[in-house]
């Protein structure tokens, strides 16, 4: 028997990956920019290690970029900036136009090549990108040995219509790209100040901002209605996570999320995923107008930041109501009205819910009491509270278990008033 073998067929060993790419200069170095599936950066970049620091870069967290994997998956429409990596001489171009702008880019892949890039910027997307390979990869391992043990029918067509579900995840890791900007930098040294100077230029994204526009959270996609209430309206910072002295609003986007959240979960309780799909938009716009409703009649000075003339006639060395509570009432601590938010929560909540009327009679009760700092003699510090206020505290310390414990003692006031009140 003759057998012809034909070399050209058969794989040839292969250590790099070639792109279409566009080559321009920043900085006086050249920079390729490319596109790239998804599951190629994890074979192209170094995988970064949780348990090991690289010199060059910062430490990285495995939850953090697990949890992009699993953005990956759950979000059709996702959305991620490109990553930024050093060639140190291993990429090769080779132009297709006449100007030696645009052409193929050969890159060394990272497994054991000496010539390998180095992330600049990305390593939590590319070990996020490792670890969802990893998961998809090991799930249809368990599904196909599961398959080949003998199950029933409807087992089995389950079964498939997971390993089906898995396979369609990774082929999206195939079929989606993201960007990559390579800077051709071959001195170690300068390379290690890029990586500084990106940190430093970078602006990170505000709590605040995200609350504005993150809009897969209902606490946040509510927002721009709940700030619409006459007790917040023209008082809510869009961009400061805090309010200092200075600042002439109430509270930050951020601080009215935490506050829908308290209202429509329960202070210090996250609101879970699927608590979020059983909550329509429009019921939580509700019940949280409902909260702002009570507080700004019941108590004093939310009263008075609500009368508030906003017209621009104020001096501007003249403090704002908001300024003014936030100096000599527990109100103007956001601690406070999360806590407020979580008793009306825990009050509206169960079989047998307080009527809005009544809340607010109670509210009105406190309200004498919202002096800050406390006394010692306060219903703060006289009480089961004292052990959620420090002395002279002009706000409920913050930590999620004095939070809690604090609703929690409230929410008991209202059935049984202790002494004072």
């Not at 003759?2 to 006086?28: C, E, F, H, M, N």
């Not at 003014?324 to 825990?346: A, E, K, N, P």
């Not at 700092?373 to 004095?402: C, G, K, L, Y």
Request: glycine letters at 6%.
């Amino acid at each position: 028997m003759t057998i012809s073998i034909d070399p050209r067929v058969l794989s040839k060993p292969q250590d790099s990956s070639t792109y279409l790419a566009l080559k321009t200069t920043q900085g006086g170095r050249s920079v390729y920019s490319t596109r790239v599936p998804l599951l190629d950066l994890p074979t192209i970049l170094p995988v970064p290690d949780p348990n090991n620091v690289d010199k060059d870069n910062r430490k990285v967290d495995r939850l953090h970029a697990k949890h992009f994997g699993e953005y990956l998956d759950a979000k059709q429409d996702w959305v991620a900036p490109a990553l930024l990596a050093r060639d140190g001489g291993g990429c090769v171009f080779q132009q297709a136009d006449d100007e030696g702008r645009v052409g193929y880019l050969t890159v060394p892949w990272a497994i054991g090549g000496i010539a390998a890039l180095r992330t600049i910027d990305g390593q939590h997307r590319v070990l996020g990108v490792s670890i969802e390979k990893q998961r998809i990869t090991d799930a249809i391992s368990a599904i196909d040995r599961e398959l080949a043990r003998k199950v029933s029918v409807e087992k089995a067509a389950k079964l498939q219509a997971d390993r089906d579900k898995l396979v369609m995840q990774m082929t999206r890791l195939k079929q989606e790209y993201v960007g990559l900007d390579i800077y051709v930098e071959p001195d170690p040294i300068k390379a290690q100040q890029m990586f500084v100077d990106v940190a430093d230029n970078a602006k990170g994204i505000s709590s605040a901002v995200r609350a504005r526009f993150d809009n897969y959270k209902v606490a946040n996609r509510t927002l721009s209605d709940v700030i619409d209430h006459p007790l917040l309206k023209g008082r809510v910072d869009a961009e400061q996570d805090r309010m200092t002295v200075k600042n002439p609003n109430l509270l930050g986007a951020k601080h009215v999320a935490d506050i829908t959240r308290a209202v429509i979960a329960g202070a210090g309780r996250p609101i879970t995923k699927k608590a979020e799909l059983t909550f329509t938009d429009g019921e939580v716009i509700e019940q949280v107008k409902d909260f702002f409703d009570i507080i700004s009649t019941s108590f004093t000075d939310l009263a008075a930041i609500t009368e508030e003339d906003l017209d621009g006639s104020r001096r501007a060395d003249e403090l704002t109501m908001s300024q003014r509570v936030r100096r000599t009432s527990l109100l103007g601590s956001v601690g406070m009205l999360r806590v407020l938010g979580g008793v009306f929560h825990d009050l509206r909540a169960g079989d047998s819910p307080a009527e809005l009327d009544d809340i607010a009679e109670f509210f009105k009760r406190l309200d004498p009491h919202m002096a800050a700092p406390v006394a010692e003699s306060s219903i703060w510090r006289a009480t089961d509270a004292h052990a959620d206020f420090e002395p002279s505290a002009s706000a409920p310390i913050m930590r999620t278990q004095n939070i809690i414990h604090l609703v929690g003692v409230i929410t008991d006031w209202y059935r049984k008033e202790p002494a004072g009140l």
